[in-house]
């Protein structure tokens, strides 16, 4: 098979890659704890089905506005607006799923050469999105010790006159890290000076447990040089629905949606009355869950704390634990064997940038007695290595 030089320079998703082998091996008869999911283990709440259902059955069935309908689009600007002070309204909204919003961003605003500044480590797929559109990923390191809060300061270090871009996930995957108030301030002092976009990922935005989301786009002059995304799948267990969305001056929407009516032409028409619902609906299931994974990781960093081998922050949001291991291996290499010989999946944190080599990434979207199995297995096989 011969694919462009583009695509052969970009490996699969190292995330995805797992929980296909995990699924497969499950399949066949396995007994694996798995805790490389990086999605809640709920329903999506009945409020939400409900009002999709009563859509499809209507006969909502046609394409909408590419853009998403208006309804959604408005929902989606009167939420961002009001909780997260982005100083939007419809216009700047684009209905799209959240990764399809970060490929069409990379391809919207780069250029081949470009460089884009990402924290390391981080999620897998901004650094294939840049890649793919020729230009560079520089990761800026953050490390464990500073509970991978990014250093403005590195990020000041690492800017040249090419950089068109810096890309903020807080709460992070695969840290949990929540980013203060002060570095998003920092990081948006040196985008004015320099005249960088912000690309923000928001999408854990509401699985939080301490600190204080802060979106950039709220801080002064940042909003006309920021694209923000997020999205319904983590916050009400919408993962399969593949609805979310981009935030940005009017003008770029128009822009971006030039790819996406190129391409997927509008997102799934039945589902986006659901996902007003999910806004505007009541909001006591998702605010259940949140306090479920809360319990989860306290439980997890309990156990953690029973394995010498391991380390680990207390992560303020998302649903990962991202532990240090005192074992001289590579991740890839641990994560390999942690599956063959103990049968939990985790994923290698070298996945997430150079600077996860030495670190796993755990997602306790899972049931507690599966957290209790899983790291008591994790901590038996630590212990023989
Ligand atoms: C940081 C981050 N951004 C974006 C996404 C993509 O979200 P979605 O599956 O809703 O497109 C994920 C999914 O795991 C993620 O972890």
């Not at 690309?199 to 854990?204: A, G, Q, R, T, W």
């Not at 009017?250 to 009516?261: E, G, M, T, Y």
């Not at 996860?356 to 755990?362: A, S």
């Not at 899983?374 to 290595?385: C, D, E, F, Q, V």
């Given at each position: 098979?011969?694919?462009?030089?583009?695509?052969?320079?970009?490996?699969?998703?190292?995330?995805?890659?797992?929980?296909?082998?995990?699924?497969?091996?499950?399949?066949?008869?396995?007994?694996?704890?798995?805790?490389s999911?990086?999605?809640?283990?709920?329903?999506?709440?009945?409020?939400?089905?409900?009002?999709?259902?009563?859509?499809?059955?209507?006969?909502?069935?046609?394409?909408?506005?590419?853009?998403?309908?208006?309804?959604?689009?408005?929902a989606?600007?009167?939420?961002?607006?009001?909780?997260?002070?982005?100083?939007?309204?419809?216009?700047?909204?684009?209905?799209?799923?959240?990764?399809?919003?970060?490929?069409m961003?990379?391809?919207?605003?780069?250029?081949?050469?470009?460089?884009?500044?990402?924290?390391?480590?981080?999620?897998?797929?901004?650094?294939?999105?840049?890649?793919?559109?020729?230009?560079?990923?520089?990761?800026?390191?953050?490390?464990?010790?500073d509970?991978?809060?990014?250093?403005?300061?590195?990020?000041?270090?690492?800017?040249?006159?090419?950089?068109?871009?810096?890309?903020i996930?807080?709460?992070?995957?695969?840290?949990?890290?929540?980013?203060?108030?002060?570095?998003?301030?920092?990081?948006?002092?040196?985008?004015?000076?320099?005249?960088?976009?912000a690309?923000?990922?928001?999408?854990?935005e509401?699985?939080?447990?301490?600190?204080?989301?802060?979106?950039?786009?709220?801080?002064p002059?940042?909003?006309?040089?920021?694209?923000?995304?997020?999205?319904?799948?983590?916050?009400?267990?919408?993962?399969?629905?593949?609805?979310?969305?981009a935030?940005a001056?009017?003008?770029?929407?128009?822009?971006?949606?030039?790819?996406?009516?190129?391409?997927i032409t509008?997102?799934?028409?039945?589902?986006?009355?659901?996902?007003?619902?999910?806004?505007?609906?009541?909001?006591?299931?998702?605010?259940?869950?949140?306090?479920?994974?809360?319990?989860?990781?306290?439980?997890?960093?309990?156990?953690?704390?029973?394995?010498?081998?391991?380390?680990?922050?207390?992560?303020?949001?998302?649903?990962?634990?991202?532990?240090?291991?005192?074992?001289?291996?590579?991740?890839?290499?641990?994560?390999?064997?942690?599956?063959?010989?103990?049968?939990?999946?985790?994923?290698?944190?070298?996945?997430?940038?150079?600077?996860?080599?030495?670190?796993?990434?755990?997602?306790?979207?899972?049931?507690?007695?599966?957290?209790?199995e899983?790291?008591?297995?994790?901590?038996?096989?630590?212990?023989?290595?």
């Open positions: 098979m011969i694919t462009s030089k583009r695509l052969q320079e970009i490996p699969p998703s190292g995330t995805v890659a797992i929980s296909n082998l995990v699924s497969k091996m499950k399949a066949e008869g396995a007994d694996i704890v798995s805790f999911m990086g999605e809640p283990d709920f329903s999506t709440p009945s409020n939400i089905a409900d009002a999709c259902v009563e859509s499809l059955r209507s006969g909502f069935t046609h394409y909408t506005p590419s853009t998403g309908i208006p309804e959604l689009r408005k989606v600007a009167d939420y961002s607006r009001s909780k997260n002070g982005i100083p939007c309204d419809a216009s700047n909204v684009l209905i799209t799923p959240t990764k399809q919003a970060l490929f961003i990379a391809l919207a605003y780069l250029d081949p050469g470009d460089e884009v500044l990402l924290p390391d480590p981080s999620w897998v797929s901004y650094e294939a999105h840049i890649r793919m559109t020729g230009a560079v990923p520089k990761y800026v390191t953050t490390s464990f010790d509970g991978f809060v990014i250093d403005p300061e590195k990020v000041e270090a690492a800017a040249t006159s090419k950089t068109k871009m810096v890309v996930n807080s709460p992070s995957n695969p840290t949990g890290c929540v980013q203060p108030e002060s570095t998003i301030k920092g990081i948006a002092d040196i985008c004015v000076d320099r005249d960088i976009y690309l923000s990922d928001e999408i854990y509401n699985v939080i447990y301490g600190g204080r989301h802060v979106s950039i786009a709220s801080m002059g940042m909003f006309d040089r920021t694209i923000t995304v997020s999205g319904l799948s983590k916050t009400y267990a919408m993962t399969g629905w593949r609805l979310g969305w935030i001056p009017a003008q770029d929407i128009v822009a971006i949606n030039k790819l996406q009516s190129h391409s509008c997102c799934t028409s039945f589902t986006q009355p659901a996902a007003v619902e999910a806004i505007t609906g009541p909001q006591e299931e998702k605010d259940r869950m949140v306090e479920t994974f809360r319990k989860r990781r306290d439980l997890a960093l309990d156990l953690i704390s029973e394995i010498p081998q391991l380390e680990c922050n207390v992560p303020e949001g998302a649903f990962y634990l991202f532990p240090r291991c005192s074992i001289d291996m590579p991740s890839n290499e641990l994560a390999e064997r942690l599956l063959k010989e103990a049968k939990v999946a985790v994923t290698p944190g070298r996945a997430f940038g150079p600077a996860g080599e030495g670190f796993f990434r755990i997602s306790y979207a899972t049931g507690e007695d599966q957290i209790r899983g790291l008591s297995r994790i901590k038996k096989a630590l212990a023989s290595m």
